[in-house]
């Protein structure tokens, strides 16, 4: 299955109207059912839907190892893809989600107990100098084919301290970051010597999500928020923005950049 779909357009410029045919990326419905029950209803690109379905649970505090889940099944029909999970016996105690929730392609999240709240403050043991993170964005973005193809979806990846790891893109800009969570969770891959690249705006909630995974410093082409900013300066974690063009700011916990 293509990951776009091609559509005519009509295009106005200086040069008057002329049509043209433009690439769209898919829009499609993921259903994530935990134990028998569905707790959300998800826009999504129709690509990695497991990743999306366990990274959005873990984001939500409700898994936190592979150990978490005992099953785990996926049903594609058309235009909706269904992840069930049923939990283990290890899984963390969580309070009884809220049925058919809906979650739009703006990826709105939080309303399961956040697990970052439960986290404490980030080790201090990996750095990246400036140089570095330059390098890590232009190689990031190079790979975002998508984004770069029809300038419609959120982009992210994760690297260590030598490459990219994995990139991931969806219509949703919470959705990229479920899936790096479930990526790595899925791999038993730890998060403590990882960064994240980002193409989007950083919004406490997106640094919670990073908090919770364990990520010490993120990277994005876009500015967070000012609630952004100080939950990674409480979080120990380091937050750079408006990586681009040779420059970037550096809000919280410069030592891992400086150092």
Request: glycine share 10%; aromatic share 4%.
């Amino acid at each position: 299955m293509s990951d776009t779909e091609q559509r005519e357009v009509l295009i106005h410029d200086s040069h008057g109207y002329s049509r043209v045919r433009t690439e769209l990326i898919r829009e499609e419905t993921l259903g994530v059912y935990l134990n028998d029950r569905k707790v959300a209803a998800i826009a999504f690109s129709g690509r990695h839907a497991e990743e999306l379905a366990v990274g959005y649970l873990r984001s939500e505090g409700l898994l936190e190892s592979r150990r978490d889940f005992s099953s785990l099944e996926t049903v594609a029909e058309g235009r909706e893809t269904r992840v069930c999970l049923a939990l283990g016996k290890t899984a963390p105690e969580f309070a009884s989600p809220p049925e058919g929730r809906s979650i739009a392609s703006s990826g709105a999240r939080g309303l399961l107990a956040p697990a970052a709240k439960r986290r404490q403050p980030l080790p201090r043991t990996i750095s990246c100098p400036p140089g570095r993170i330059e390098l890590f964005m232009e190689d990031f973005l190079r790979k975002a084919r998508l984004h770069d193809t029809t300038g419609g979806t959120h982009a992210a990846a994760m690297a260590d301290g030598e490459e990219i790891l994995v990139v991931r893109e969806d219509i949703g800009r919470h959705n990229a970051i479920d899936m790096l969570a479930g990526y790595a969770l899925l791999h038993d891959l730890d998060c403590a010597d990882k960064m994240v690249f980002r193409t989007g705006r950083v919004s406490a909630e997106i640094v919670g999500k990073l908090w919770n995974m364990g990520i010490q410093l993120s990277a994005s082409l876009s500015v967070p928020t000012s609630e952004a900013v100080r939950l990674a300066s409480e979080a120990g974690m380091t937050l750079v923005g408006a990586a681009r063009g040779g420059r970037m700011k550096i809000y919280t916990h410069e030592e891992r950049v400086t150092g």
